[in-house]
């Protein structure tokens, strides 16, 4: 209790005066006429309870600003509480980013009563703090005796409460930090309430206390190895260079740890304890997928046991629901999948999943509906998940639906008419199934045949076929093709097999391996034969005839055409046989057999008009150019019009594709009469279609034949009359051009980044094609950028082909060295850049190509002109300046000096005119 002292004395008219210090005072204090409340003396030692920052600490500068800024002292009003929650995974490093944050706030002043630091141990049932041990440790800390500090918790928070606000109001501001908070119960009643006081609490759970909510993710993969690095530095000194050393296995660490700063500092002690241990070893342990939470154990830390205390906080319910995402191979799974799995309502399946996601142990997927784990998640979820019987039956169920999902949406790719699809609301929808689960789906093949249910593994690439095809998905469908070979193979199934050998031949064909494509259908043919079955048989050719035509087999290609379409003629689905007959028409036109072509592509519509609108539009571009090489163009336009709207009306992305090619030979039609307007609006609509449906390489074709109509048309306004208006018009195409080519340029861009060896021709070339309608604009510095940008492309390339690109590269230094002589002083500079093509074009030429011979010829008559401009404006500079000065003789030095010409261009423009005088 606090002590009194009496300052009056008894009697009337005298002043009373008491005095309360060295203490705190409860209840009611009855005296004379004043009182005087003096606090404990501050204690300093308060802020010596916060952990030490750890001098290794990265990647977290956003949040720490972010922290601070609510940290700042400043007004506030009295009804305002200022807390903050920081809320993630276990081993985010929660505990880290407020001690740092705290520190600097100590460092700049704005905490002079000091920090109070308090861990709950919210997630260890053994050393859990009640809010009643809590508030008595703090009480303590602020400089309360324990005699005087209350035993029930309301009473505590009272007291602890009034002190902060007693700190705050004589300007000793103290910052409360209150780590490991399992519950809104726990934290509640530790928080300030004078408006002034500021705490910071963390939790794996986002807890509901009106605090500012900030959620910390994971580390990317450079600061993670710079955590690494820095771990390493404070354990070993500089002298340690591994992580810089190797670098690459660095990322593959920081990779397999998912930028779980816990995870990273149990990898970089693991290597300081060791220092001769390369990080290669540590990387290999890691990879193991079965032992990598056995790896990242070190002491008394271990990512398995963090995660242990959460999975201990859950529910039976919320703890199967935690097993069952684990089960699911894919990224992510969606609540419906999980609901139908675990035989539960979907609502009842979203609150388990948002309570997960509370504790921070699932994580939101791209969409609402759709969750994922945290990669050592997934494996510490797959531990549980094994110990559970019920595993065998859940994966089972998994697998099952979605086989039953996937037919069911497969019936809406194609947009069969006949049978009608069912299963989901529309083809939208249908679609958009499969594109959030694409990668969930061959993950569950896989799954399958791991565990044995090869049947499904079998199905579900039929189901799958139609979407990775008309999508553009042809690694995958490579892949669930052999897979489904496989498993096929496993059950002994030789129809099955065989089904799967076509799926895989159109696969190869599409990804350009025609030799195994040839070799797949060869084999499916054979055995389908064997079995007596003319459908499959079919099928198996017509794959074999598609894949010969594009190997270049034409002949082969269309025999074997033939053979297969009566086949399936003859079979139970019309759908199919019309399909078969539209490859045959397609081949008939690559032989130029265009009225044949005709007849089978009209006799494939009569069906695919019934059976699928989708590939109906198909069977119309075909027509099209069938009908374009018989010489009928209005009648091509017009099928050209028709799949267009066909197509649309479908409204998919394979559909969307098919207009957009539409489109694009529309304009190729328009482009060959002269149409030159027209054909632009055409290949317009062709890029804008291409690009709505992300297919960058076709935007990019129909944005490059735009920009060369374009130029086109610029260069025919100087034909038209009234000079003004030409001049206008030929500004307006060149600035058009410069557009399209543009675009064309920032898509190639993007494919540059993932596959280099494609795209970095495409995109060297577009950069040349650029500086035509920039030079005529008069834009010459960013000709020359775009230039130099093109040659420096193309010296990237790889080695592994050095002569591949050599004819881009002579092609390259040309176009520089025109854009050079644009400025008739730079004549010297563009005949070195025509020098290096000539040069190079000549060590291809003695290859005797005839491509390479005419393309060196190309490079001289280029290099003659550029001396014959180059001779003649030194010709006359020297004329000029020796007519001037006619009765004086002037040295080489000095007619550089009059004329500002090169020596070498003195010396020929000099040699030139002593020739042409002898001549006289």
Same mark, same amino acid.
């Given at each position: 209790m606090a002590e009194a002292d009496d300052a009056g004395e008894d009697g009337a008219g005298r002043d009373t005066s008491n005095q309360i210090h060295d203490g705190v005072f409860f209840g009611w204090v009855v005296q004379g006429r004043s009182i005087s409340l003096q606090l404990p003396a501050p204690v300093t030692s308060a802020m010596h309870g916060l952990p030490p920052a750890a001098p290794a600490f990265t990647g977290r500068d956003t949040h720490v600003e972010e922290l601070l800024q609510g940290l700042a002292p400043g007004p506030r009003r009295q009804e305002a509480v200022w807390v903050a929650s920081v809320a993630g995974l276990a081993g985010v490093g929660k505990t880290e980013l407020v001690v740092q944050t705290a520190t600097q706030a100590e460092r700049l002043g704005w905490f002079p009563g000091g920090a109070l630091f308090v861990d709950m141990f919210g997630y260890d049932t053994e050393r859990r703090l009640s809010p009643a041990q809590a508030l008595h440790g703090l009480l303590q800390a602020l400089g309360i005796p324990d005699e005087h500090i209350p035993e029930e918790l309301q009473d505590r928070s009272r007291l602890y409460r009034s002190v902060l606000a007693e700190f705050a109001r004589q300007n000793q501001r103290v910052l409360v930090i209150i780590d490991n908070v399992s519950s809104t119960e726990q934290v509640v009643s530790l928080l300030p309430t004078d408006g002034t006081t500021a705490a910071l609490f963390t939790s794996r759970h986002t807890l509901d206390v009106g605090a500012r909510l900030h959620d910390l993710d994971i580390l990317d993969e450079n600061a993670s190895v710079e955590l690494l690095r820095k771990a390493?530095?404070?354990?070993?000194?500089?002298?340690?260079?591994?992580?810089?050393?190797? =670098?690459?296995?660095?990322?593959?660490?920081?990779?397999?740890?998912?930028?779980?700063? &816990?995870? &990273?500092? =149990?990898?970089?002690?693991?290597?300081?304890?060791?220092?001769?241990?390369?990080l290669a070893s540590l990387r290999e342990a890691l990879s193991d997928v079965q032992h990598r939470l056995d790896?990242?154990?070190?002491? #008394?830390?271990?990512?398995? !046991? !963090? &995660?242990? /205390?959460?999975?201990?906080? /859950?529910?039976?319910?919320?703890?199967?629901?935690?097993?069952?995402?684990?089960?699911?191979?894919?990224?992510?799974?969606?609540?419906?999948?999980?609901?139908?799995?675990?035989?539960?309502? %979907?609502?009842?399946?979203?609150?388990?999943?948002?309570k997960l996601r509370r504790a921070h142990?699932?994580?939101?997927? !791209?969409?609402?509906?759709?969750?994922?784990?945290?990669?050592? +998640?997934?494996?510490y979820a797959g531990e549980r998940a094994a110990e559970h019987p019920t595993t065998a039956s859940d994966v089972r169920r998994l697998l099952l639906y979605y086989l039953e999902r996937a037919t069911r949406a497969d019936e809406y790719v194609v947009y069969l008419s006949e049978p009608a699809p069912h299963g989901f609301p529309g083809r939208t929808q249908a679609i958009a199934w499969l594109d959030a689960e694409r990668d969930s789906l061959f993950a569950i093949g896989v799954l399958a045949e791991v565990t044995g249910h090869n049947d499904i593994a079998r199905d579900l690439l039929m189901a799958m076929e139609n979407y990775l095809s008309m999508h553009r998905y042809p690694e995958q469908w490579r892949a669930s093709a052999e897979l489904a070979v496989r498993a096929a193979n496993a059950l002994g199934d030789q129809r099955g097999a065989a089904r799967a050998g076509v799926s895989l031949s159109d696969a190869l064909r599409v990804l350009k391996a025609h030799g195994d494509a040839i070799t797949e259908a060869r084999k499916a043919a054979e055995i389908f034969r064997g079995l007596g079955d003319q459908l499959g048989e079919g099928t198996a050719l017509r794959a074999l005839a598609l894949t010969l035509g594009s190997a270049g087999h034409g002949e082969e290609a269309l025999r074997t055409a033939e053979q297969a379409v009566p086949l399936l003629q003859r079979g139970p689905s019309r759908h199919i046989a019309a399909v078969a007959l539209m490859n045959y028409g397609e081949l008939l036109i690559e032989h130029e057999k265009y009225n044949e072509a005709i007849d089978a592509l009209r006799g494939s519509l009569e069906v695919l008009s019934q059976t699928s609108r989708s590939v109906k539009s198909l069977a119309l571009l075909n027509l099209a150019d069938a009908l374009r090489g018989a010489g009928r163009r209005a009648e091509a336009?017009?099928? @050209?019009?028709? @799949?267009?709207? @066909?197509?649309?009306? +479908?409204g998919g992305p394979w559909e969307t594709d098919i207009a957009a090619g539409a489109s694009a030979f529309m304009g %190729?039609?328009?482009?060959?009469?002269?149409?030159?307007?027209?054909?632009?609006l055409h290949f317009r609509r062709s890029a804008d279609l291409s690009t709505e449906t992300g297919n960058d390489s076709c935007a990019v074709r129909a944005l490059k034949v735009l920009g060369d109509t374009l130029i086109e048309l610029a260069e025919r306004c100087g034909e038209d009359g009234d000079l003004g208006?030409?001049?206008?018009?030929?500004? %307006? #195409? *060149?600035?058009?051009?410069? @557009?399209?080519?543009?675009?064309?340029?920032?898509?190639?861009?993007? !494919?540059?980044e993932s596959t280099p060896d494609e795209a970095g021709p495409e995109l060297a070339s577009l950069l040349i094609r650029r500086c035509v309608p920039l030079v005529h604009l008069g834009r010459c510095d960013e000709a020359h950028s775009a230039a130099r940008e093109a040659l420096a492309t193309l010296n990237r390339l790889p080695e592994r082909n050095p002569d591949a690109y050599q004819a881009d590269i002579v092609q390259a230094w040309n176009n520089l060295a025109w854009v050079i002589s644009q400025d008739g002083t730079q004549l010297p500079s563009a005949l070195k850049a025509s020098t290096e093509a000539v040069k190079i074009a000549a060590a291809l030429a003695r290859n005797d190509s005839p491509e390479y011979t005419e393309l060196l010829q190309n490079s001289v008559d280029f290099k003659a002109a550029l001396l014959a401009e /180059?001779?003649?404006?030194?010709? *006359?500079?020297?004329?000029?300046?020796?007519?001037?000065?006619?009765?004086?003789?002037?040295?080489?030095?000095?007619?550089?000096?009059?004329?500002?010409?090169?020596?070498?261009?003195i010396a020929a423009g000099v040699a030139w005119m002593d020739a042409y005088y002898r001549s006289c």
């Open positions: 390493l530095f404070q354990a070993r000194g500089p002298a340690d260079t591994r992580v810089t050393d190797a =670098i690459e296995d660095a990322s593959t660490i920081a990779r397999l740890c998912a930028g779980l700063p &816990l995870a &990273l500092r =149990i990898a970089a002690a693991l290597l300081a304890e060791a220092p001769s241990r390369p790896q990242l154990t070190r002491e #008394n830390r271990a990512v398995r !046991a !963090a &995660l242990d /205390l959460s999975y201990r906080q /859950l529910s039976e319910s919320q703890a199967r629901m935690f097993r069952l995402v684990a089960l699911n191979p894919g990224p992510e799974l969606s609540t419906a999948t999980a609901a139908h799995v675990a035989a539960a309502e %979907e609502w009842r399946t979203e609150q388990l999943f948002l142990l699932v994580e939101p997927g !791209a969409v609402w509906g759709r969750w994922g784990l945290h990669d050592l +998640v997934r494996v336009i017009s099928s @050209c019009q028709e @799949c267009i709207a @066909c197509a649309l009306e +479908v %190729e039609l328009f482009s060959e009469d002269g149409q030159l307007h027209q054909a632009r208006s030409t001049s206008t018009a030929q500004d %307006e #195409n *060149y600035g058009q051009a410069a @557009c399209a080519i543009d675009e064309a340029i920032a898509l190639t861009r993007r !494919a540059v /180059l001779a003649q404006t030194s010709v *006359y500079e020297i004329a000029r300046a020796t007519v001037a000065r006619e009765e004086e003789e002037l040295s080489p030095s000095e007619l550089e000096r009059e004329t500002g010409l090169l020596p070498s261009q």
